[in-house]
Nanobody
Framework: QVQLQESGPGLVKPSQTLSLTCTVS??????????WSWIRQPPGKGLEWMGS???????YYDPSLKSRTSISKYTSRNQFTLQLSSVTPEDTAVYYC????????????????WGQGTQVTVSS
């Protein structure tokens, strides 16, 4: 059974870079045809797809976040990461990592694997 676990700081100061790691267990992130994604949910709002990295290493980002977002994967550690630069309080959200055969969706049921989420607050 594939399980995903997010980790990283819960508090980030404005203008700094938010960095999160998703550790995958019970399966390999190097598996062909799988995509690994980051999705967030700001308070009082719906899920927002941020970006994904493919098994090939190709990356895909939401256009509104592309200039500030970077997703990487580390196959030997079975981890993938999110970096979001120049954060503002509007980036406060619960951040989820997810995986499966699809990417680009903000709907939880489009993903085969889903982490429990981690709260990140942007505040000075």
């Amino acid at each position: 059974q594939v399980q995903l676990q997010e980790s990283g700081p819960g508090l980030v100061k404005p203008s700094q870079t938010l960095s999160l790691t998703c550790t995958v267990s019970g399966g390999s992130i190097g598996k062909n045809y799988d995509y690994w994604s980051w999705i967030r949910q700001p308070p009082g709002k719906g899920l927002e797809w941020m970006g994904s990295i493919a098994y090939s290493g190709n990356t895909y980002y939401d256009p509104s976040l592309k200039s500030r977002t970077s997703i990487s994967k580390y196959t030997s550690r079975n981890q993938f990461t999110l970096q979001l630069s120049s954060v503002t309080p509007e980036d406060t959200a619960v951040y989820y990592c997810a995986g499966g055969r699809l990417y680009g969706s903000s709907s939880r049921n489009q993903y085969d694997y889903w982490g429990q989420g981690t709260q990140v607050t942007v505040s000075s």
